[in-house]
């Protein structure tokens, strides 16, 4: 079965304009053959429906977050495919997050959503179909074998894997415009390239809670000029060194630096937390141009090293490439739910012959970790929580990082880890525009 949904503009929890619901029965032929009752019992799903019972310790990879737990799944054996623009969506807001958590607010808080298909790790045209593959709803029970004390601790809403493309937020390029969901930086200044003033032009992840298996690959041209002899307010004393290079991390697909594009080059990285607003990238290694870098700098510098800090906010754009296991849940404390192939991630790649080529952390690459031997998610914390266990945010791009003036102490700490930390670079990244025909969604 095949369903398509197309909405084009809404609220979650709240109106929506369906524009079109298309339903494509797949015709099969039956041969029907009378069961027993007995048989009947033995059957675990049938046809479309698909009904199953999973212990928290029937799998391997149990522990202490899936072994109090019983989890009933229902769900179907067919596709769904979304095409949606939802201007806002919060979920989990107050509550007892706000006393566990650095941030009070919601777990998740995203301004102008929009799912959609994709175009390799691009985001896909207007209209294109964002699929979900064998959807469901899954239910922890705690004390299942106790009629008096059996409660429902967490629900769950998943899929077997996601394809497709989420577009987040807006930008604003005009000077001083004020923005109008950042409440904190409302202010644009589209000329500035690093710093909290690049933030008034952005809006989107304000919070997120969840786990997100990221492969990430950035290409940034960092500029600054490096006094000898310190500084004095931004009077630099001595001779300036200029400094102007391409530096790179993971798998890039740009020919201005020199990082590769083969799976020995790709960088994956496990994110996971309640209300997080920040991404960071610690000890970052650059690999310079050293064509670019004035003359006696490049043997000094060689590959330099750089903290990167970025707000939410600039992150406009994540794909979802046959992600599996990719859920939304909430729960009152906190849950490993089982994998929806009940296999741990990397024998799941062994047993679809993709350990070699696919690009994931868990498919025999030095970024392997606890959770590849697992048949269970990585615990969702209590509340709102979404889990995106193979996501691209790739050829993340700054034509112009530009750091200013440096002193000698700054320009040593690009020499070792963690490195210069770059706060807030202003990436190219831009939300897709899903408009089309009359809606005014963007």
Aim: charged fraction near 15%.
């Amino acid at each position: 079965m095949k369903i398509t949904i197309f909405i084009l503009s809404g609220f979650l929890f709240g109106p929506m304009t369906l524009g079109m619901l298309a339903i494509a029965p797949v015709s099969h032929a039956l041969t029907l053959q009378p069961l027993e009752e007995s048989e009947l019992r033995g059957v675990v799903a049938q046809g479309l429906i698909i009904n199953d019972k999973i212990t928290g310790t029937e799998l391997a990879g149990e522990n202490e977050y899936s072994t109090p737990f019983n989890f009933y799944r229902m769900g179907l054996d067919g596709e769904l495919e979304l095409n949606m623009n939802m201007s806002k969506i919060q979920l989990g807001c107050g509550g007892i997050n706000d006393y566990l958590a650095p941030q009070q607010g919601c777990d998740i808080d995203l301004d102008y959503v929009s799912l959609m298909g994709r175009d390799g790790s691009e985001l896909g045209d207007p209209g294109s179909l964002f699929t979900l593959t064998r959807p469901y709803i899954e239910v922890a029970v705690k004390n299942d074998d106790i009629p008096t004390l059996r409660e429902v601790v967490g629900i769950k809403i998943g899929a077997q894997k996601a394809d497709g493309g989420m577009s987040i937020g807006r930008v604003y390029d005009q000077n001083g415009i004020v923005n109008q969901e950042n409440m904190l930086n409302r202010t644009c200044d589209p000329s500035a390239t690093v710093g909290n003033t690049v933030l008034g032009c952005h809006s989107g992840v304000n919070t997120v809670s969840g786990f997100l298996g990221t492969e990430m690959s950035l290409s940034m041209r960092v500029k600054a000029t490096v006094c000898a002899g310190g500084l004095i307010g931004d009077f630099c004393l001595g001779i300036p060194i200029g400094l102007d290079a391409w530096g790179c991390i993971g798998r890039t697909a740009t020919n201005e630096d020199t990082c590769g594009t083969a799976k020995s080059d790709a960088l994956f990285i496990d994110i996971a937390g309640t209300r997080l607003n920040n991404l960071g990238l610690n000890a970052a290694q650059l690999k310079l141009n050293d064509a670019a870098v004035a003359p006696g700098l490049a043997d000094l510098l060689g590959n330099v090293y750089a903290s990167l800090d970025a707000n939410t906010r600039l992150l406009h754009k994540i794909t979802f490439e046959d992600t599996s296991d990719f859920f939304l849940s909430f729960q009152r404390e906190p849950i490993a739910y089982p994998r929806y192939s009940k296999t741990t991630p990397t024998q799941e790649f062994i047993d679809n012959g993709t350990l070699t080529t696919a690009l994931d952390a868990c498919a025999g690459t030095s970024f392997a970790s606890s959770r590849c031997d697992s048949a269970y998610s990585v615990p969702a914390n209590t509340g709102w929580w979404m889990n995106a266990p193979s996501v691209k945010l790739n050829d993340v791009y700054n034509d112009n990082a530009q750091l200013g003036n440096l002193t000698i102490g700054d320009a040593l700490s690009l020499l070792a880890t963690p490195g210069y930390k770059i706060e807030q670079a202003n990436f190219k990244l831009e939300p897709a525009q899903n408009c089309y025909g009359s809606t005014t969604f963007c």
